[in-house]
């Protein structure tokens, strides 16, 4: 099946500790998103990239960093110098020109 | 820098009463425009997109938006509300020339039978 993977669905972190989330895509994308949404809220932008080994922070890239070493692999790692990380984490995928397609997204809980 | 706005957090409407969902962007090039959808603890669904072209765009399960330059909006519409349309409605903005794809703030759509 072709589409854009997250895992896991449900994380849990400790104070301090860091912690990242995956996203795999399967649909040849050039461009990949990270996106924080809190409860009844939008979805603000953490970091994109528009291709292998480049990326651009967001409007909120701080306490976190990502990689993108594989054009299928885009993975988040929320540092322990993010003070407010609970949230759904949502991971995307496009080709310029179109529409993305979103993963099913990974809750995380600081505990 | 680019933004979307979207004015109402929330839109109440009657089931087989027109709906409009307000968006309005802003974007220094010429604007990419997405409506997607998304229901409880779900990722979010694809609607439809104005890339070029006619200004009214045609999407799925029944929706359209107009593209309107001069006021620099993106509305939503249906001709015929189902209460199944209820859920949480994101309008999105990318420049042309660049990858970054912005959101607005989401319009929760209640419809009542």
Known sequence: ?111 | AQSVAQPEDQVNVAEGNPLTVKCTYSVSGNPYLFWYVQYPNRGLQFLLKYITGDNLVKGSYGFEAEFNKSQTSFHLKKPSALVSDSALYFCAVRDMRIAMLTFGGGTRLMVKP
């Not at chain 1, 449900?10 to 809190?38: I, P």
Request: glycine share 10%; proline share 4%.
């Open chain 1, 1 to 111: 099946d072709g589409g854009i993977t997250q895992s896991p669905k449900y994380l849990f972190r400790k104070e301090g500790q860091n912690v990242t989330l995956s996203c795999e895509q399967n649909l040849n994308h050039d461009a990949m998103y990270w996106y924080r949404q809190d409860p009844g809220q939008g979805l603000r932008l953490i970091y994109y990239s528009q291709i292998v080994n480049d990326f651009q922070k967001g409007d909120i890239a701080e306490g976190y960093s990502v990689s993108r070493e594989k054009k299928e692999s885009f993975p988040l790692t929320v540092t322990s110098a993010q003070k407010n990380p609970t949230a759904f984490y949502l991971c995307a995928s496009s080709m310029v020109g179109q529409e993305a397609f979103f993963g099913q997204g990974t809750r995380l809980t600081v505990v």
